[in-house]
C-alpha cells in the first residue's frame, strides 16, 4: 500500500527563483496539506486542498500557491524564493473532515541560496 | 490561537532506560497525535489520541483532555527510539497545530 510520496527529495534553489512540490496522497484519501518545517521546529501549516479548491490556508504570503488535480494529487508552488523559504516541505493526505489516519510524506528539503 | 508546549525540549537517555515526554495544549482537544520524526525526516504516526490511554508495544500514551495534556512514556529506549517527537492538536478543518518537538538522543 502506496503511502504518500513527494517529489523531488532534495532540491537547490537560488534567491529569486520559482519551485514546484508535488505530492501523490495515500490511496483512497481526498484530502492534502502542506506543511513548512524550518530548522529545529515543528512543521506549520500552510494550506489544504480538497475537491480541488484552497480550503485552508495559514500564515503564508501569496508567493505560496498550489493546485488539486483530479486524481488528487497536489502541487506547491513558490514565486520569488527567500532565503528564509530554505526548509522541509512536508504534505500529508487525509480523508476529508477527520485528522483519523492523517499520513505524512517523507517530504522534499529545499534550500535557496 | 492554538498553542502546543512540549517538555522536555531535549533528553540523552542510555539505552534501557524509561521517560516520559509531555505535551500541554492551550484548548480544549478533540484530536491529539503523537508524531515520531526519525533523523531522515519521516513523520510516523504514534497514536491517535484525543482522549484515554493507548498501548503499542513499548510506547504508550495519556491524554487528559480535561486537564488539556498528553503524556507519551517510552520503556526500554533503543537507539532507534532517537528522533524527534511531536505533538499535534487538530484544529479548523483538518490541520494540525504542532508543537516544538522534544529532541530524543537514545545512547546505546
Known amino acids: 500500500d502506496a503511502g504518500v510520496t513527494q517529489s523531488p527529495t532534495h532540491l537547490i534553489k537560488t534567491r529569486g527563483q520559482q519551485v514546484t512540490l508535488r505530492c501523490s496522497p495515500k490511496?483512497?484519501?481526498?484530502?492534502v496539506s502542506w506543511y513548512q518545517q524550518a530548522l529545529g521546529q515543528g512543521p506549520q501549516f500552510i494550506f489544504q486542498?480538497?475537491?480541488?479548491?484552497?480550503?485552508q490556508r495559514g500564515n503564508f504570503p501569496d508567493r505560496f500557491s498550489g493546485h488539486q488535480f483530479p486524481n488528487y494529487s497536489s502541487e506547491l508552488n513558490v514565486n520569488a524564493l527567500l532565503l528564509g523559504d530554505s526548509a522541509l516541505y512536508l504534505c500529508a493526505s487525509s480523508l476529508v473532515y477527520t485528522l483519523y489516519g492523517y499520513t505524512f510524506g517523507s517530504g522534499t528539503r529545499l534550500t535557496v541560496v | 490561537g492554538i498553542q502546543v508546549e512540549q517538555s522536555p525540549p531535549d533528553l540523552i537517555l542510555q539505552e534501557g532506560a524509561n521517560s516520559t515526554l509531555r505535551c500541554n495544549f492551550s484548548d480544549s482537544v478533540n484530536n491529539l497525535q503523537w508524531f515520531h520524526q526519525n533523523p531522515w525526516g519521516q513523520l510516523i504516526n504514534l497514536f491517535y489520541?484525543?482522549?484515554g490511554t493507548k498501548q503499542n508495544g513499548r510506547l504508550s500514551a495519556t491524554t487528559v483532555a480535561t486537564e488539556r495534556y498528553s503524556l507519551l512514556y517510552i520503556s526500554s529506549s533503543q537507539t532507534t527510539d532517537s528522533g524527534v517527537y511531536f505533538c499535534a492538536q487538530g484544529g479548523g478543518f483538518n490541520k494540525f497545530y504542532f508543537g516544538s518537538g522534544t529532541k530524543l538522543n537514545v545512547k546505546p
Open positions: 489520541i484525543p482522549s
Open positions: 490511496s483512497g484519501h481526498d484530502t
Open positions: 486542498y480538497y475537491e480541488e479548491e484552497e480550503r
